[in-house]
């Protein structure tokens, strides 16, 4: 796994997440996102009155947990705002609902388009009422995957939604031989077979 910019560590902490408030029932508290935080690599450098910030080569990561919802900072260690997300987690009491959504930072500087389809969990049932296609990143022979399991692929392949980029939203995705590949913003998707 590498993370070389925000969306980079946004996806797979999606992913962690959700599994997690799939297999426990409710929404991590601020321990258990430092553990995901720290999991992925980043060292956490500051911790007071519980916010708590962590750092990689790359990224730096501003956690910031209450008891209804969580939301987790992400900007480049350049302090470059263009590209910085900001991953939300809460219960939205409307729809009865655990939602994670990634969003931009900054909405007037941002470069590009986060097509990432929240996470929609039905509070009751925990169920996945969305389909957003989450994994990781990987480089290869110079170019950089989000690498995606077959489950979620199938899942994907359902919504009728292979032609959008599950990254930046743009229409348009080029299929070869169980890779995609998105003209816009430039990553691939690859689906890791069982």
Not at 7 to 28: F, G, H, S, V, Y
Not at 72 to 91: C, K, P, R
Not at 92 to 107: F, R
Request: charged share 25%.
């Amino acid at each position: 796994m590498i993370i070389y910019e925000p969306i980079m560590l946004a996806i797979p902490l999606a992913k962690r997440i959700k599994d997690q408030i799939l297999r426990e029932r409710k929404i991590p508290d601020g321990d258990d996102l430092r553990k995901i935080l720290t999991s992925f690599g980043l060292e956490e450098t500051c911790l007071n009155r519980g916010l708590a910030l962590f750092r990689s080569k790359y990224i730096l990561a501003l956690l910031i947990p209450s008891r209804e919802y969580a939301t987790v900072n992400i900007i480049s260690s350049t302090g470059d705002l263009s590209d910085a997300l900001e991953l939300m987690i809460y219960h939205d009491k409307t729809l009865n609902a655990y939602i994670i959504d990634i969003v931009p930072a900054n909405e007037l500087e941002f470069e590009g388009n986060v097509g990432i389809e929240p996470v929609i969990i039905d509070a009751e049932t925990f169920e996945l009422k969305s389909t957003p296609v989450l994994g990781h990143f990987e480089k290869e022979n110079g170019e950089i995957f989000l690498v995606i399991s077959e489950n979620t692929y199938d899942v994907w392949k359902k919504s009728g939604k292979l032609e959008l980029c599950p990254i930046c939203g743009a229409d348009g995705l080029v299929w070869q031989k169980g890779i995609a590949y998105c003209s816009s913003c430039g990553f691939g998707i690859k689906v890791v077979k069982k």
